[in-house]
C-alpha cells in the first residue's frame, strides 16, 4: 500500500476493491501498464463483498443466454481453480432447493430444464422422503427437492484479501480512503479528484458497486440507478452445525430468491437473507422488521434451528439496478468502462468479469504487451472450520510458539495469526479488517472475552504503523 501524492499517474484506475474491482486489478496487472485500485473505505472488501451469504454459484438457475448466467458459470471455474492456489476455503456442500407449495413443485422440472440450458446436468427431482433423508431437521411440509450437487461454500473475505493482495504483488498502487468526488475527462487523461488527492489516469473502470450510477453519472451517463437491498442474516452458533450440511434453498419466485438455510464455512449456520430496497447506501444496520421475518421464515423452514444460539446478526446491501443483465460498457472516447449490477452473484463471478473487462480493452488496444513473468499468487490463512488451523499445528508451533498462544478462544485465533495479519501485504485498518483476516472476535462472545486484549494489539500496530508513515513521509519530504 502507498501513500497517495497528488497527481498520481496512472494508466488504468480501477475504481472499487471489492471482489470484481480486485479481480479486474489484477488481471490488468498482467500487462506493462501502470494500474491503480481506488478505494473510498480504508479497507479492501469493505462494503457490499464483506456482507453476503458466502456461496460459489453454479449459475444453475440463472437466466440462460445472459451475460450474468455467462460469467457466472465461467467464474465458478476461474475461482475453484484459483481457490486450490491460494488456500481460499472452499466446501463441496451441495444444495437442496425445497418446494413447500404444489406450485413450487411443479416449477422443478423447469428449473431443472433451465440448469440444461446453463450447461449443469447435475441437479435431479426428489421426492418428499428423498428430501427429509437429505435433510431431516427440516420442518413439515416439504414436497419434494432439486438437487444441486456443485454448490458450495466459500470465504468471501479470504477470496476479495486474496484477489486485492494478488493485485498489489503485480505492481498495482492501492489506494485507500480515497472517495472519488469528481471526474474531469480531458483530451488524454481523466483526473479522479478523490477525497484524498487528485489521481491522474488514462483509462478508468468504474467497479464501484453501490455507487456505480454515481460515477457513471460523472461520465454523463443516465443509463441505470442503483437501488440498495438490503439483506439481513442471522448466524447460529457452531453447534448448531450438525443439523445442516448442505445449502438449503428455496424455490425462487418473482419476488426474489428468498430465504435460505445454509452451513458456513466458518462452522456456523446461516439463515437469510431478507431483500428489503432502500434509499440509504448506508443501511447496513438491523432492523426489528428483519429479525421478526427471519425468526418466521426460520420456525417454518427448519423449527429446531431456532432452538439454536444466534451469534450474531447482520445486514449488507447488494447493488440492484434497473436493468435486466450485468451492465459491462465501454466508452472508447471517454477511454471508461463501467461494471454495474453485478448484484450478489458478483462473488462467484468476479474473476471471469475481470477476464471479460480484459478482453474489452484488449479489443481497444489499452493494455499493450503481457508481462512475461508475474509473482506467484498469495498463500492465504485458512479461516475455514473444516481445514486444519494453526492452534492445531503442533509442528507449526513448535517453530514458533505464538501460533500456540490463543488470543481470542470461541474461534481459536491466535498471535501468530494476528502478527501475520498486520505483517501481510494489506494489513487491517481497524477491528473488523482484522476479524476479516483472522476471525477474531467472530464467535459465540462477539469479543466480550477477547476484545481488550485484541484491541490493545490493534491499537499498539496502528501507532507502529502511522510511526512508520511519518517517517516515509519525512523521508520523501527530504528528497
Known amino acids: 500500500m502507498s501513500v497517495p501524492s497528488p497527481g498520481a499517474d496512472y494508466d488504468i484506475a480501477v475504481v472499487g476493491a471489492g471482489i470484481v474491482g480486485s479481480a479486474i486489478a489484477r488481471a490488468l496487472a498482467g500487462y506493462d501498464r501502470k494500474v491503480t485500485l481506488v478505494e473510498a473505505r480504508s479497507d479492501v472488501g469493505d462494503g457490499t463483498s464483506k456482507a453476503n451469504t458466502a456461496l460459489l454459484h453454479t449459475g444453475f438457475d440463472a437466466k440462460p443466454g445472459t451475460l450474468e448466467s455467462r460469467l457466472v458459470r465461467r467464474g465458478y471455474e476461474l475461482l475453484s481453480d484459483y481457490a486450490c492456489r491460494t488456500g481460499i476455503p472452499i466446501e463441496r456442500t451441495g444444495a437442496l432447493l425445497v418446494a413447500w407449495t404444489d406450485e413450487e413443485l411443479a416449477a422443478l422440472p423447469e428449473l431443472r430444464d433451465k440448469a440444461i440450458r446453463n450447461d449443469y446436468h447435475a441437479c435431479e427431482i426428489l421426492d418428499a422422503a428423498a428430501v427429509y433423508d437429505a435433510v431431516p431437521a427440516l420442518g413439515p411440509g416439504a414436497l419434494g427437492g432439486l438437487t444441486v450437487p456443485d454448490e458450495s461454500i466459500i470465504c468471501t473475505w479470504t477470496t476479495n484479501l486474496a484477489l486485492a493482495t494478488d493485485a498489489v504483488r503485480r505492481g498495482v498502487i492501492l489506494h485507500t480512503s480515497s472517495r472519488v468526488e469528481a471526474v474531469t475527462v480531458e483530451d488524454s487523461r481523466t483526473v479522479l479528484h478523490t ?37 439481513e442474516l442471522f448466524v447460529f452458533d457452531k453447534l448448531a452445525r450438525p443439523l445442516v450440511d448442505r445449502i438449503v434453498l428455496p424455490v425462487p419466485s418473482a419476488l ?8 458456513t ?10 431483500a428489503e430496497d432502500l434509499t440509504d447506501r448506508d443501511a ?10 427471519l425468526l418466521g421464515k426460520g420456525a417454518r423452514l427448519m423449527p429446531a434451528l431456532m432452538r439454536e444460539e444466534v451469534t450474531a446478526m447482520y445486514a449488507g446491501l447488494r447493488a440492484a439496478i434497473d436493468h435486466p443483465d450485468y451492465l459491462i460498457d465501454l466508452d472508447a472516447d471517454q477511454r471508461y468502462v463501467v ?30 504487451p503481457r508481462r512475461t513473468e508475474l509473482p506467484e499468487p498469495p498463500r492465504m490463512p485458512n479461516l475455514g ?7 492445531q499445528d503442533s509442528e507449526l508451533i513448535a517453530r514458533d510458539s505464538r501460533y500456540g498462544k490463543i488470543v481470542c478462544f470461541c474461534e481459536r485465533v491466535t498471535a501468530g495469526e494476528i502478527r501475520d495479519a498486520y505483517d501481510s501485504t494489506i494489513p487491517p485498518t481497524d477491528l473488523d479488517g482484522l ?4 476471525r477474531a472476535m467472530n464467535g459465540r462472545c462477539q469479543g466480550f472475552f477477547c476484545g481488550a486484549e485484541i484491541t490493545a494489539i490493534v491499537e499498539q500496530h496502528a ?14 519530504s527530504v528528497r
Not at 447496513?284 to 421475518?293: A, H, L, P, R, Y
Open 256 to 263: 426474489g430468491k428468498g430465504v435460505l438455510v445454509s452451513p
Open 284 to 293: 447496513t444496520g438491523t432492523s426489528d422488521n428483519g429479525v421478526e421475518f
Open 385 to 391: 472450520e473444516a481445514f486444519p488451523r494453526p492452534y
Open 463 to 476: 501507532c507502529a504503523g502511522s510511526t512508520a508513515v511519518t517517517e516515509t513521509m519525512s523521508k520523501e
Open 265 to 274: 464455512i466458518y462452522g456456523n449456520v446461516m439463515l437469510g437473507p431478507t
Open 339 to 368: 461494471v454495474g449490477g453485478i448484484r450478489s452473484t458478483g462473488l462467484t463471478s468476479g474473476m471471469a468479469v475481470a477476464e471479460y473487462v480484459e478482453n474489452v480493452l484488449t479489443d481497444v488496444g489499452a493494455l499493450g
Open 195 to 231: 477525497s484524498d488527492g487528485p489521481i491522474s489516469t488514462r483509462w478508468v473502470v468504474n467497479a464501484t458497486g453501490l455507487g456505480a450510477d454515481h460515477l457513471d453519472n460523472a461520465f454523463g451517463f443516465d443509463r441505470f440507478h442503483v437501488t440498495p437491498r438490503r439483506g
Open 435 to 438: 476479524r476479516r483476516r483472522t
